[in-house]
C-alpha cells in the first residue's frame, strides 16, 4: 500500500488486520524523520503546528516524536483536553451538588481532581481552589467512574438518591451520554452538560491576538464521529490540516503531510488516518447525538466564550439537565481572571502560547501528585503529559519530604 507521498507506509500491514508494531516500526520511523527534514529544508522557515488533542500529546512525549523533528519545526498543544477547558463555573456546580444539595456526583476520576474557582479553606500553599475530591473530603458523595453507563447504574441501584454525571468531553464522549440519554436514564439520574464540540474552537484560535501556527493535526478518534468536512474552514483560512492518527507513523506522516501543504503553498483538509476516518463520519452515532443535543455557546476555561461550540439538551432531554433540576445550585464565576489559580500559565499553555515548562510553577508546586492547575491534573493535560515524559528537560525539581527541592534531570 504506497502512501501518496511517496512512501509505502502500508508494507507489513496483513490485510484489514491493524498490528500496532506496524505504525510503530523503526524503519518507517527513520524514512518519515528524513522526508519531513528534506521538506522542512525546502521551506526554509521555522514552522509551528498545532494539535489539540491530549492523546496526541501523550504519543508525541511516548515517543519522544519531538526529538525526530528538525529544529524548524514546532509542534504545539493547542486545547487538548476536555477536563482542562472546562469551564470553571461546571466544577462549582458539582461541588455545590455534592456539598449543599446531597447528590451523588459522578465522573471520570480526572475530573473530580480539577480545581474549580472556590478557595480551599485552611489551604497553606496559596491560591489553591477545591475540586471534587475536596468536595468528597468534606462529606460530599463524589464517586469516580469509568462511564455514563456506571453512573446511570448506580442510579437504578439508589433510586432514593439523586444521581448526577459530570459529563464532560470532546466528540466522542458525548455520543454515550446520548446514547445513555435516548434508551432511557433512571427518573433520579441527571447530567451537567459539559461537553465539547471541537472546530468552533479551531474556527476561533487563528483569530486570536498572537496566535500564530501554519497548520493543525486534527484529532482521529474525534473526526471518526464527525468525519472531516466540519475543518473545511481550516484550508479557507489559508492553515494546512490533516487528520492524524495516533502511533508514531500515523503522527509523523501527518505532520509531514502538513509541511508538504505549506511547502506547495496550498493548504487542504487531508485525512491521515484513513483506516478509522471516514469522510462523513459515524452516521448512526451523530444521529442518536443530534436527537439528544443541539448546539450552545460554551466557555473554554482560559480560551474564549465560543459560539456553537458546546453540546445543550434539546427540550425534550431538559429534565435530564442537573442545571434545571438544581437550578439553586448554580453558580457563576463573577470574575473570569480568577479562572485560574494566581501563577498558573494554563491559559497560555491551551493556546500554545506557552510551553508549560515556561509556567514557573511547573515541576515545583505543581506536579501530577499535586496539580495547582487544570492542565497538570488529567492525563490528557498538557503539563502533565510534560512531566510524565520530560519533556523539559533539567526543568523539574523533585520535592522531597525534608522540603528540598534540588533540581533533578529528567
Ligand atoms: S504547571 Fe501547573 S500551574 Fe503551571 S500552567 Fe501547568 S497546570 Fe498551570
Redesign the pocket.
Given at each position: 500500500m504506497s502512501d501518496q507521498n511517496g512512501l509505502d507506509v502500508g508494507a507489513g500491514v496483513s490485510g484489514a488486520v491493524f498490528r500496532p508494531g506496524d505504525y510503530r516500526a523503526a524503519t518507517w520511523v527513520r524514512a518519515l524523520a528524513d522526508r519531513i527534514a528534506e521538506t522542512a529544508a525546502r521551506l526554509d522557515r521555522p514552522v509551528k503546528l498545532m494539535h489539540i488533542c491530549g492523546t496526541h500529546e501523550h504519543e508525541i512525549g511516548r515517543y519522544g516524536l519531538r526529538d525526530l523533528l528538525p529544529d524548524t519545526v514546532e509542534v504545539l498543544a493547542g486545547p487538548v483536553c476536555p477536563v482542562?477547558v472546562c469551564d470553571s463555573n461546571w466544577i462549582d456546580l458539582a461541588i455545590g451538588l455534592a456539598v449543599d444539595e446531597g447528590v451523588v456526583v459522578t465522573s471520570f476520576g480526572d475530573m473530580l481532581a480539577v480545581p474549580g474557582t472556590v478557595p480551599l479553606r485552611g489551604e497553606a500553599r496559596g491560591d489553591v481552589r477545591m475540586s471534587l475530591l475536596d468536595a468528597r473530603a468534606r462529606g460530599g458523595d463524589v464517586r469516580a467512574v469509568t462511564s455514563i453507563f456506571e453512573a446511570a447504574r448506580i442510579a437504578s441501584e439508589r433510586p432514593e438518591r439523586q444521581v448526577v454525571f459530570f459529563s464532560v468531553g470532546f466528540e466522542t464522549t458525548v455520543v454515550a451520554t446520548a446514547a445513555v440519554l435516548l434508551r432511557g436514564a433512571p427518573p433520579n439520574f441527571s447530567i451537567i452538560e459539559a461537553n465539547y464540540y471541537t472546530p468552533p474552537a479551531t474556527h476561533l484560535l487563528p483569530t486570536l491576538p498572537g496566535f500564530d501556527v501554519d497548520g493543525f493535526l486534527l484529532p482521529g478518534h474525534a473526526t471518526a464521529i464527525t468525519g472531516t468536512g466540519v475543518y473545511r474552514h481550516l484550508p479557507e483560512q489559508g492553515l494546512a490540516c490533516a487528520v492524524a492518527g495516533f502511533e508514531p507513523v500515523d503522527i509523523l506522516l501527518a505532520v509531514l503531510e502538513l509541511l508538504e501543504q505549506l511547502a506547495r503553498g496550498r493548504p487542504r483538509l487531508a485525512n491521515r488516518y484513513r483506516r478509522v476516518v471516514a469522510p462523513e463520519g459515524n452516521l448512526r452515532a451523530l444521529s442518536e447525538l443530534v436527537r439528544v443535543f443541539g448546539p450552545t455557546a460554551m466557555r473554554w476555561r482560559g480560551v474564549a466564550d465560543i459560539p456553537a461550540s458546546g453540546y445543550r439538551l434539546r427540550p425534550a432531554y431538559r429534565s435530564a439537565s442537573a442545571q434545571a433540576r438544581f437550578p439553586g445550585a448554580a453558580s457563576a464565576t463573577p470574575d473570569r481572571v480568577r479562572e485560574?489559580?494566581a501563577?498558573?500559565?494554563?491559559?497560555?499553555?491551551t493556546l500554545g502560547l506557552?510551553r508549560?515548562?515556561?509556567?514557573?510553577?511547573?515541576?515545583t508546586?505543581?506536579?501530577p501528585d499535586n496539580?495547582?492547575?487544570?492542565?497538570?491534573?488529567s492525563h490528557e493535560?498538557?503539563?502533565?503529559a510534560w512531566?510524565l515524559y520530560g519533556t523539559a528537560r533539567g526543568r523539574l525539581r523533585v520535592e522531597t519530604a525534608g522540603g528540598s527541592d534540588a533540581h533533578g534531570t529528567v
Open positions: 482542562c485560574h489559580p501563577g498558573c500559565r494554563c491559559a497560555d499553555v506557552a508549560p515548562d515556561a509556567c514557573a510553577l511547573f515541576g508546586r505543581c506536579s496539580p495547582y492547575g487544570p492542565c497538570m491534573v493535560g498538557t503539563c502533565r512531566h
